[in-house]
């Protein structure tokens, strides 16, 4: 289909061409350039009637190229529409991404610093097993209990 578009497209300029070619020739050559001329009966009214032909057809080639530019700038804008729409999607993803490692290393930090809670709490209790240092064991142990139902 595009194919017929762009070749009916082209049958304005080639008719202009060809009105231009008609004009020029009955209106600078006369019969004893060419025997042809003799046959047409009034050529400056065939010249006249063919410079209106070729200004409608001029006027008919001038819209066709005028809408081919409209339909080609707004293929360019929907394009540059479609990159940036797809630009802002890879952001939007690599900010999501950030944000997803960002948290991951925010919660293996905090696991990490609880399980050092834990473990400092379980050898201070198991060098000095004082009811200072079984209280800290205790509640390291309800912040583990508090941690592991933060996960589920």
Do not use: C, H
């Not at 004009?23 to 042809?36: G, I, M, P, Q, S």
């Not at 240092?133 to 941690?147: D, M, P």
């Amino acid at each position: 289909m595009n194919r017929w578009i762009n070749f009916l497209a082209l049958i304005p300029s080639t008719t202009l061409t060809l009105l231009i070619i008609g004009v020029a020739f009955l209106r600078f050559y006369d019969e004893n350039d060419f025997t042809l001329l003799g046959q047409v009966t009034s050529p400056r009214l065939w010249s006249n009637r063919l410079t209106v032909a070729a200004i409608l057809v001029a006027l008919v080639n001038f819209g066709i190229e005028w809408d081919r530019r409209n339909r080609e700038t707004d293929r360019l804008a929907q394009e540059a529409q479609r990159s940036a729409e797809e630009e802002q999607r890879r952001g939007e993803d690599k900010a999501r991404a950030e944000n997803e490692r960002a948290e991951a290393t925010e919660q293996a930090t905090r696991r990490t610093r609880i399980e050092v809670e834990r473990d400092l709490a379980l050898l201070s209790f198991l060098a000095d097993p004082s009811d200072q240092n079984q209280r800290q064991l205790t509640q390291v142990l309800a912040l583990l209990g508090e941690y592991r139902d933060t996960l589920n």
